[in-house]
């Protein structure tokens, strides 16, 4: 089957942005697809597509990592 996740990410403004948590997030195991819906200045949305349930503290540490912010809601 196929899991979608969607997360709200803080911080992120321009398509670099975009392209660093998507290099980040689709690196994480099972992950197939991951789509960024940006709202510069403002909570982007991204969804993760995954072949089975990818952990929310995996996503959360990749987010991090690419140096934006996961937030609730
Ligand atoms: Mo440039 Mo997007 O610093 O944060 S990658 S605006």
């Known amino acids: 089957g196929v899991t979608r996740e969607h997360y709200s990410v ?3 403004t321009c398509s670099h942005c975009v392209a660093s948590v998507t290099e980040e997030v689709s690196a994480l195991e099972g992950v197939q697809s991951v789509s960024v819906n940006l709202n510069a200045g403002g ?3 991204i969804m993760v597509v ?3 349930p ?4 995996q996503v959360r540490a990749a987010v991090t990592e690419a140096g934006y912010t996961v937030v609730d809601a």
């Open 54 to 57: 990818v952990p929310a503290d």
């Open 50 to 52: 995954s072949s089975k």
């Open 43 to 45: 909570t982007s949305r």
């Open 10 to 12: 803080g911080g992120m």
